[in-house]
């Protein structure tokens, strides 16, 4: 079984720009969760859907967003970014939201 | 709100050596409690989860509600154990059945040969 693939795995963006990470859970996994790792404040909650719908969200700004699409793939959307985004994003696939999280390998997002 | 805490920020034993990795959680309702490891290069993954109760590569974490630990411990520590430990506590704060892991921030085990 092919585990949790998330593209790109390296990004360089500029300060303003927007930036879009995607995710491709485990197959027959319908639960997708988003997490920021940085060296500052750890790993942290960004968001989780389940059958294309948003069931929580962490404490982050609005620019931070995410969509599910009917195949469970997950996009992650960051807009305006900002020095402070810099970090590697995961993305965890689980059966159905459970607490049992797979990760991918993360997406390390550099803003200059 | 949840919290979960690992003291120690790297942790040095010998090859052949006890090893404890302590991690403590806040939480004030029943709590779902799981060690992840991340080897060099290698994606986190989860090592143990404490419903299982199983011993995964040596490793066992008994949760002890009255001192809100969860501490992980192997007898013996391989080289290979090499590797960084996060504790996660995972709490449904949607309702809906969605569940949210509130990490510690690591700790760094290094395994002298």
């Known amino acids: ?112 | 709100a949840q919290r979960v805490t690992q003291p120690e920020k790297l942790l040095s034993v010998f090859k052949g050596a006890p090893v404890e990795l302590k991690c403590n959680y806040s939480y004030s309702g029943s709590p779902e409690l799981f060690w992840y490891v991340q080897y060099s290069r290698q994606r986190l993954q989860l090592l143990l989860r404490h419903i299982s109760r199983e011993s995964i590569k040596g490793f066992t974490a008994d949760l002890n509600k009255g001192e809100t630990s969860f501490h992980l411990k192997k007898p013996f520590a391989q080289e290979e154990d090499s590797a960084m430990y996060y504790c996660a506590l995972g709490a449904d704060h949607s309702g809906a059945g969605s569940y949210q892991l509130t990490f510690g921030k690591g700790t760094k085990l290094s395994v002298i040969p």
Not at chain 1, 53 to 77: C, D, H, L, V, W
Request: charged letters at 15%.
């Open chain 1, 1 to 112: 079984k092919a585990g949790v693939t998330q593209t790109p795995r390296y990004l360089i963006k500029t300060r303003g720009q927007q930036v879009t990470l995607s995710c491709s859970p485990i197959s027959g996994h319908r639960s997708v969760s988003w997490y920021q790792q940085t060296p500052g404040q750890g790993l942290q909650f960004l968001f989780e859907y389940f059958s294309e719908t948003q069931r929580n969200k962490g404490n982050f700004p609005g620019r931070f967003s995410g969509r599910q699409f009917s195949n469970s793939r997950s996009e992650m959307n960051v807009s305006t970014l900002e020095l402070g985004d810099s970090a590697l994003y995961l993305c965890a696939s689980s059966s159905l939201g459970g607490a049992e999280a797979f990760f991918g390998q993360g997406t390390r997002l550099t803003v200059v």
